[in-house]
C-alpha cells in the first residue's frame, strides 16, 4: 500500500467543518418484505411469521408512502440496482410484485439496465409465479436452497425439502437470466464428505452465481440459545470452508467476496455496490440506508415491527423512521473497510477518497501497520487484503476503528 500522496482520484477532503464530496456514488435501492411462513433457527434477519392472510394492499400502501417521504433525499439520482429482500418476498402474489416494480418506475429514475433482485425460498414458489416476476421486469433471482439434504433442511427449520429445492431451480433458470443459490455449510450432523455433495449439486446446475456461507450462531436466535450438539467441530469447519472454495474455483466461479462466487462478469451488482461503499435507499420494515450528500452521509433504519412500520410511514409523520444520524468523519475508515476489505480483489484507492471524502493521508498510519503486519497489500492503487489479512478479516478491519 502507498506511502501516498494521494493525488489519485477525487479532489474530496476532511475539514474541521466534516467531509467533502466532490461526485456523490451510485445509488441503490433496498426493499424489506418481513413476513416468512416459518422463522427458522439460526436467522438474525428482521423476519415474522405470517399470521393469517398476508396485507398486501396494506403493505404495498405503506411502502409507496415511505418511498414518496424519502424521494427529497435522493431527487436527480439513478438507481442502478433493486434488491428485495426478507424474510421471504417471493410470498407476495405476482400482482403485488408487479404493482411494486410499476411504483418504483413512476416515482423513480431507474437504469435501463438496472439489476432487480428477489429473494425466493423453493418452498413458496412454483413455474407460473416464476415467469410473471419475470414478466414484471425481475432479472435476477437470489434461491435460498440452503441444503438438498432433507434431514439437514429440517433441522435449519426450513420448510422445503431437496426434491422442491431442485424443481425451484428448475423453475428459476427457465424464468430468469440470472440465478443466484444461497448454500450453507458447517451444518449440524454434516460431515466432508455430504458437505462437498450439496455444492457439487448445486454446482450441477450452472448457475451464474454461488453465495456459500459458514453457519454460525447468531446472537439472539434460537440456535444461539439452544445450540445443536452435533455441530462441526472448528477444524472440520474450516476444512469445509477451503473444501468449498476449492471446488467452486475448480468449477468455474471465481471468488470475489467472503462469501461469493461468479462466473466471470456475473458478480451481484447489487452487493458489490454495499462492498464498494455504495449509497443504497433502504425502504420497508428494518430496512437499513446510506446516503451520501456533498457535505455529510447519512445512515438511516426503519421501525422493525412491520405493523407500526404500516401505520407510522400511513401517516406521513416520517415516524416510520427508527434512526437517522450523521456519520462522523472519525466512523468513516471503519465503516469502509468493514465493506470494502471483503472483497477479495479490494478497492481502488481512489474509491476511498471518493466516498468518505477523507484523504487517504488521514489513514496512511494504520494501513502501514497492516502492511508491516502482512494484511494489507503494498501495492499503492488498491486497498486490498492479502491471504494472510483475508484470514484475519475481523483484526484486520478492527485496525481502523478509532
Same mark, same amino acid.
Request: include cysteine; charged fraction near 20%; aromatic fraction near 8%.
Given at each position: /500500500?502507498?506511502?501516498?500522496? #494521494?493525488?489519485?482520484?477525487?479532489?474530496? $477532503?476532511?475539514?474541521?467543518?466534516?467531509?467533502?464530496?466532490?461526485?456523490?456514488?451510485?445509488?441503490?435501492?433496498?426493499?424489506?418484505?418481513?413476513?416468512?411462513?416459518?422463522?427458522?433457527?439460526?436467522?438474525?434477519?428482521?423476519?415474522?411469521? @405470517?399470521?393469517?392472510?398476508?396485507?398486501?394492499?396494506?403493505?404495498?400502501?405503506?411502502?409507496?408512502?415511505?418511498?414518496?417521504?424519502?424521494?427529497?433525499?435522493?431527487?436527480?439520482?439513478?438507481?442502478?440496482?433493486?434488491?428485495?429482500?426478507?424474510?421471504?418476498?417471493? @410470498?407476495?402474489?405476482?400482482?403485488?410484485?408487479?404493482? /411494486?416494480?410499476?411504483?418504483?418506475?413512476?416515482?423513480?429514475?431507474? =437504469?435501463?439496465?438496472?439489476?432487480?433482485?428477489?429473494?425466493?425460498?423453493?418452498?413458496?414458489?412454483?413455474?407460473?409465479?416464476?415467469?410473471?416476476?419475470?414478466?414484471?421486469?425481475?432479472?435476477?433471482? #437470489?434461491?435460498?436452497?440452503?441444503?438438498?439434504?432433507?434431514?439437514?433442511?429440517?433441522?435449519?427449520?426450513?420448510?422445503?425439502?431437496?426434491?422442491?429445492?431442485?424443481?425451484?431451480?428448475?423453475?428459476?433458470?427457465?424464468?430468469?437470466?440470472?440465478?443466484?443459490?444461497?448454500?450453507?455449510?458447517?451444518?449440524?450432523?454434516?460431515?466432508?464428505?455430504?458437505?462437498?455433495?450439496?455444492?457439487?449439486?448445486?454446482?450441477?446446475?450452472?448457475? !451464474?452465481?454461488?453465495?456459500?456461507?459458514?453457519?454460525?450462531?447468531?446472537?439472539?436466535?434460537?440456535?444461539?440459545?439452544?445450540?445443536?450438539?452435533?455441530?462441526?467441530?472448528?477444524?472440520?469447519?474450516?476444512?469445509?470452508?477451503?473444501?468449498?472454495? !476449492?471446488?467452486?474455483? !475448480?468449477?468455474?466461479?471465481?471468488?470475489?467476496?467472503?462469501?461469493?462466487?461468479?462466473?466471470?462478469?456475473?458478480?451481484?451488482?447489487?452487493?458489490?455496490?454495499? =462492498? !464498494?461503499?455504495?449509497?443504497?435507499?433502504?425502504?420497508?420494515?428494518?430496512?437499513?440506508?446510506?446516503?451520501?450528500?456533498?457535505?455529510?452521509?447519512?445512515?438511516?433504519?426503519?421501525?422493525?415491527?412491520?405493523?407500526?412500520?404500516?401505520? $407510522?410511514?400511513?401517516?406521513?409523520?416520517?415516524?416510520?423512521?427508527?434512526?437517522?444520524?450523521?456519520?462522523?468523519?472519525?466512523?468513516?475508515?471503519?465503516?469502509? /473497510?468493514?465493506?470494502? @476489505?471483503?472483497?477479495?480483489?479490494?478497492?481502488?484507492?481512489?474509491?476511498?477518497?471518493?466516498?468518505?471524502?477523507? #484523504?487517504?493521508?488521514?489513514?496512511?498510519?494504520?494501513?502501514?501497520?497492516?502492511?508491516?503486519?502482512?494484511?494489507?497489500?503494498?501495492?499503492?492503487?488498491?486497498?486490498?487484503?492479502?491471504?494472510?489479512?483475508?484470514?484475519?478479516?475481523?483484526?484486520?478491519?478492527? /485496525?481502523? @476503528?478509532?
Amino acid at each position: /500500500m502507498a506511502p501516498a500522496g #494521494s493525488g489519485q482520484g477525487s479532489s474530496s $477532503k476532511a475539514s474541521s467543518e466534516g467531509i467533502r464530496l466532490s461526485s456523490l456514488p451510485p445509488l441503490s435501492l433496498y426493499v424489506h418484505v418481513p413476513w416468512c411462513v416459518r422463522k427458522c433457527p439460526y436467522c438474525d434477519f428482521n423476519s415474522h411469521e @405470517l399470521q393469517g392472510e398476508l396485507p398486501e394492499k396494506e403493505f404495498l400502501a405503506a411502502l409507496r408512502a415511505d418511498l414518496e417521504q424519502a424521494l427529497p433525499l435522493i431527487w436527480g439520482r439513478q438507481i442502478y440496482t433493486v434488491f428485495i429482500g426478507g424474510g421471504t418476498p417471493s @410470498l407476495l402474489s405476482a400482482s403485488a410484485v408487479d404493482e /411494486m416494480l410499476a411504483m418504483f418506475r413512476a416515482y423513480l429514475n431507474l =437504469w435501463p439496465d438496472a439489476e432487480i433482485t428477489i429473494e425466493a425460498n423453493p418452498g413458496t414458489v412454483e413455474a407460473q409465479k416464476f415467469q410473471s416476476f419475470a414478466a414484471s421486469g425481475i432479472n435476477r433471482v #437470489s434461491l435460498g436452497i440452503q441444503s438438498f439434504d432433507d434431514n439437514a433442511l429440517r433441522t435449519l427449520g426450513r420448510i422445503h425439502d431437496g426434491d422442491q429445492a431442485r424443481r425451484a431451480i428448475d423453475a428459476a433458470q427457465k424464468a430468469f437470466p440470472r440465478v443466484n443459490l444461497d448454500l450453507m455449510f458447517a451444518l449440524p450432523g454434516q460431515t466432508l464428505e455430504s458437505c462437498r455433495h450439496d455444492l457439487e449439486i448445486a454446482m450441477a446446475y450452472g448457475t !451464474e452465481h454461488l453465495s456459500l456461507y459458514n453457519l454460525t450462531l447468531e446472537p439472539n436466535t434460537v440456535f444461539a440459545k439452544y445450540p445443536p450438539d452435533d455441530l462441526p467441530d472448528d477444524d472440520t469447519a474450516a476444512a469445509m470452508q477451503e473444501r468449498v472454495a !476449492e471446488l467452486a474455483e !475448480e468449477g468455474g466461479w471465481r471468488r470475489y467476496e467472503v462469501s461469493a462466487y461468479a462466473r466471470e462478469g456475473a458478480q451481484s451488482r447489487h452487493n458489490t455496490n454495499y =462492498w !464498494e461503499f455504495g449509497d443504497y435507499l433502504g425502504i420497508g420494515p428494518g430496512a437499513h440506508g446510506k446516503l451520501s450528500f456533498p457535505d455529510r452521509i447519512i445512515r438511516q433504519s426503519r421501525l422493525r415491527q412491520p405493523g407500526s412500520w404500516m401505520s $407510522k410511514a400511513l401517516s406521513g409523520s416520517a415516524e416510520h423512521i427508527a434512526d437517522e444520524h450523521e456519520v462522523q468523519a472519525q466512523d468513516l475508515p471503519f465503516e469502509f /473497510m468493514l465493506n470494502a @476489505l471483503r472483497l477479495k480483489q479490494g478497492v481502488a484507492t481512489a474509491i476511498f477518497e471518493d466516498r468518505t471524502g477523507l #484523504s487517504l493521508t488521514s489513514i496512511l498510519p494504520t494501513v502501514n501497520r497492516a502492511v508491516e503486519k502482512g494484511l494489507l497489500d503494498p501495492n499503492p492503487s488498491r486497498i486490498q487484503a492479502t491471504p494472510l489479512g483475508w484470514r484475519f478479516l475481523n483484526d484486520l478491519q478492527s /485496525m481502523f @476503528l478509532v
